[in-house]
C-alpha cells in the first residue's frame, strides 16, 4: 500500500495513475509523486516501476516545452475539484532556531533536500513558503503577512515526523501550545491536489525505516546535531 492524495491506494501503476488523472493533477506534480511511491515503498521492481513513470512525464515536460516554450502544464488550467482556498496559508509555526543560533542558511539547506527527495515542489516559491510557514521569516513585508500554503508531496505520516520531531527538538512553537500544534499543521500544509489535511494527521506515526531515513538524511540529522549542546562553540 501507498499513500496518494490522501488515500491508502494498493501499489498498482495503472491505479495510481487514474486517481491523479482523475483528480486534475498537474504532470509536473505527478512527476513529484511517482518519486514519492517508490520512497514509501522500497522494493526494486516497484522502484524501477515508479521511476519510468517519471522518466515517461519528464519526457512529455520537455516535449511540451519545445513545442510551446511559453505553455504551462494544461491540467493546471482545470478547474480544481476541491473548494477554493485563499492563496495564504491560515497558521504558521513560530521559529525557534535562534536560541540554538540556526539562521536561515541551515534551514534553507535542509528545505533544498527535502524538495530534491520529492517531498515538497522544486519551485523557489514553495521552498520559501516551507521556511515561512516554519516561522523563519527575513524581513517586514514578510513578518507582516502570512505565508503560501506549502504542498507536501510526500506521505502524509513522513509530515507528521517532520513537524512533530522539529517540536521535540524546541525549534518550532504555535500560538496556542502543543494542543494547537496538529491544527496549525492542517492550516499551513495541502496535499499535493490542494485538499486539506484533517485532525486525522495526528495519529498518522511515522514507522517505516526507510521512510524516516529520508527525513533524517535531508533535514533532521542536521537539525539534531545543531541543536545539540556538546556541538555548540564555546
Known amino acids: 500500500m501507498v499513500e496518494c492524495c490522501g488515500e491508502l491506494l494498493p501499489a498498482d501503476a495503472d491505479l495510481l495513475q487514474r486517481v491523479m488523472t482523475d483528480r486534475r ?3 509536473a506534480e505527478q512527476k513529484s509523486l511517482w518519486r514519492s511511491f517508490y520512497l514509501q515503498l522500497p522494493d526494486p521492481v516497484w522502484a524501477r516501476t515508479c521511476l519510468e513513470r517519471v522518466r515517461e512525464i519528464t519526457t512529455l515536460l520537455a516535449l ?3 513545442l510551446f516554450p511559453a505553455s504551462v ?12 482556498l485563499p492563496d ?3 497558521r504558521h509555526f513560530v521559529w525557534l532556531g535562534d536560541r540554538f543560533s540556526i539562521g536561515v542558511e541551515p534551514l534553507r539547506d535542509g528545505i533544498s533536500r527535502l524538495a530534491a527527495a520529492g517531498l515538497i515542489a522544486s519551485e523557489r516559491d514553495q521552498q520559501q513558503a516551507l521556511r515561512r ?3 523563519l521569516a527575513l524581513n517586514d513585508q514578510e513578518r507582516s503577512s502570512d505565508p503560501p500554503w506549502v504542498l ?6 513522513m509530515l507528521n515526523h517532520l513537524v512533530d520531531t522539529l517540536w521535540q527538538l524546541g525549534l518550532i512553537y504555535c500560538a496556542g501550545g502543543n494542543r494547537m500544534k496538529w491544527q496549525t499543521l ?8 490542494k485538499s486539506r489535511f484533517t485532525a486525522a ?3 498518522n506515526r511515522c514507522t517505516n525505516p526507510e521512510k524516516i531515513k529520508v527525513l533524517d538524511r535531508a533535514i533532521l540529522d542536521a537539525m539534531r546535531f545543531l541543536t545539540n549542546p556538546k556541538n555548540t562553540r564555546s
Open 133 to 135: 510557514c516554519l516561522g
Open 73 to 84: 502544464d494544461s491540467a493546471s488550467s482545470v478547474q480544481p475539484s476541491v473548494p477554493p
Open 25 to 27: 493533477i498537474p504532470l
Open 152 to 157: 507536501w508531496l510526500g506521505p502524509s505520516d
Open 64 to 66: 511540451d516545452q519545445s
Open 201 to 203: 494527521i495526528k495519529s
Open 186 to 193: 492542517c492550516g499551513a500544509f495541502l496535499h499535493a491536489d
Open 88 to 90: 495564504s496559508a491560515e
